[in-house]
Nanobody
């Protein structure tokens, strides 16, 4: 299991910036891709951005050019720099970690995804 703790959410005016952080602990060697998702009330979570352990990044179209995802593997921390925020960015933002571990006795891989508790981002107009 990997424990993920997000921080950095809050209230900001439209056009402003926030930086989200997500600190991982536990079985951090099992972590491959990390990502940020967001969720609107009554909706399913949607992918905002992801980054592999090698540093390859992907972004949802609605944040391209505004948000930047990064990770510090030494600090076991994932970041999301959010600029030019819009009221429609208001949501709960979640950090995720895709993990894999090899059972050396059975040579079987176990894969799973862990989630943080979420952090609220509110953008006022």
């Amino acid at each position: 299991q990997v424990q993920l703790v997000e921080s950095g959410g809050g209230l900001v005016q439209a056009g402003g910036s926030l930086r989200l952080s997500c600190v991982a602990s536990g079985s951090i060697r099992s972590i491959n891709t990390m990502a940020w998702y967001r969720q609107f009330p009554g909706k399913e979570r949607e992918l905002v951005a992801s980054i592999t352990d090698g540093g390859s990044r992907k972004y949802a179209d609605f944040v391209k050019g505004r948000f930047t995802i990064s990770r510090d593997n030494i600090k076991s921390t994932l970041y999301l720099q959010m600029n030019s925020l819009r009221p429609e960015d208001t949501a709960v933002y979640y950090c995720s970690a895709d993990c894999a571990e090899l059972n050396r006795r059975t040579t079987e891989w176990t894969v799973w995804r862990d989630w943080g508790q979420g952090t609220q981002v509110t953008v006022s107009s």
